[in-house]
């Protein structure tokens, strides 16, 4: 199996190390958005989308690499890492799966953690969720990335 992970990663590496574990797994590519290439994601069996959460959503970068993929056919998975909680109405990565379904791709499964945040108000503070992602984070993404591998992961 081909899989890319396409990852945007930009305040403290958290979401890389997560990309990193799950690669691992499936044997993955990661790249930057803005070296994703299109005829590689294209012939890909398997390709993530991955970013930390800013103001409640995925990265503009890794959003905008999205919105400019051509229509597709390949299993994909959205990831996230925040240092807030999600809510359940309303998950960090609808909104990329949702870009993605809209083109034709099948959305296999999503992935969220926390990690470490230093946003404006937690940066006072030294910042939240100190030495995370952690071990259990990591084992989880491993995890993931094994249903995925093995197709048995599906969103709800």
């Given at each position: 199996m081909k899989a890319v992970i396409v990852c945007a990663s930009v305040s403290h590496g958290n979401t890389r190390r997560?990309?990193?574990s799950m690669a691992r797994?499936?044997?993955a590519k990661v790249v930057p958005p803005e070296e994703a290439d299109p005829a590689e994601l294209a012939g890909a069996d398997l390709v993530g989308f991955g970013s930390g959460v800013f103001y409640g959503r995925l990265h503009p970068r890794l959003t905008d690499c999205v919105k400019a993929l051509p229509a597709g056919r390949a299993r994909v998975f959205v990831f996230a890492t925040s240092g807030l909680?999600?809510?359940?109405?309303?998950?960090?990565?609808?909104p990329v799966a949702r870009l993605l379904e809209g083109k034709g791709f099948e959305v296999a499964g999503t992935f969220t953690c926390r990690a470490f945040d230093t946003w404006a108000?937690?940066?006072?503070?030294?910042?939240i969720n100190k030495h995370r992602p952690n071990d259990t984070?990591?084992?989880?993404?491993?995890?993931?990335?094994e249903r995925l591998e093995g197709g048995r992961e599906r969103l709800p």
């Open positions: 997560v990309a990193d797994v499936l044997r909680p999600e809510l359940p109405p309303a998950p960090f990565t609808r108000p937690f940066k006072l503070v030294g910042g984070d990591l084992a989880a993404a491993r995890a993931f990335a």
